[in-house]
């Protein structure tokens, strides 16, 4: 099976700054790479798909890159709405694997 | 409006059974593909089965494998999952949604909660 990590695990931020997220995968998945973010209580909302097509209705400040093995997730002004819990998920061949997940939190 | 809803979750015994249900409206559930996704609590998320639109190939992940079955009814606009032989460990959030490979899972139920206990 694929194994995913992610880091950082956590971060804290403040309005108006860039985060970057990234994530790992054991073996080459190609482009088959999604991002999530998930607040408390809620289901999970797809930003990236292909690792870094943005999803329609998804502002532009998110955006994905990288292929093969290693990939990134970057918000280039976070906003107040943005602190959630971030997931990456591949998709390449089953099982499709999420990441533990990236907790961005207000500084 | 599009939407998936799920049902069919609660309390069920170490061992028992329990059937959950995602129906879909507002879109054509028989084109799409779709997944259940679990997430125990206080947990990340942890994808369980995957359908294709016409019901043709199915997977599971392993820790599921053998005890749940995923199944659809396009012309009742419903998902299912079958969950038999129940642990502790199954107890999670189940969510339902509609995605496939290439571009991930755009739309998502609110979830249900299965708790298995004695």
């Known amino acids: 099976d694929i194994q995913m990590t992610q880091s950082p695990s956590s971060l804290s931020a403040s309005v108006g700054d860039r985060v970057t997220i990234t994530c790992r995968a054991s073996q080459s998945i190609s482009s088959y790479l999604n991002w999530y973010h998930q607040k408390p209580g809620k289901a999970p909302k797809l930003l990236i798909y292909a690792a870094s097509s943005l999803q329609s209705g998804v502002p532009s400040r998110f955006s994905g890159s990288g292929s093969g093995t290693d990939f990134t997730l970057t918000i280039s002004s976070l906003q107040p709405e943005d602190f959630a819990t971030y997931y990456c998920?591949?998709?390449?061949?089953?099982?499709?694997?999420f990441g533990p997940g990236t907790i961005v939190d207000i500084k | 409006e599009v939407q998936l809803v799920e049902s069919g979750g609660g309390l069920v015994q170490p061992g028992g059974s329990l059937r959950l249900s995602c129906a879909a409206s507002?879109?054509?559930?028989?084109?799409?593909?779709m997944n259940w996704v679990r997430q125990a609590p206080g947990k990340g998320l942890e994808w369980v089965s995957y359908?294709?639109?016409?019901?043709?190939?199915?997977y599971y992940a392993d820790s599921v494998k053998g005890r749940f079955s995923i199944s659809r009814d396009n012309a009742k606009n419903s998902l299912y999952l079958q969950m038999n032989s129940l642990r502790a460990e199954d107890t999670a959030v189940y969510y339902c949604?509609?995605?496939?490979?290439?571009?991930?899972?755009?739309?998502w139920g609110q979830g249900t909660l299965v708790t298995v206990s004695s």
């Open positions: 998920q591949h998709t390449y061949t089953t099982p499709f694997t």
């Open positions: 949604a509609r995605g496939n490979r290439l571009s991930g899972s755009s739309l």
């Open positions: 507002g879109f054509t559930f028989s084109s799409y593909e």
């Open positions: 359908i294709s639109s016409s019901g043709s190939t199915i």
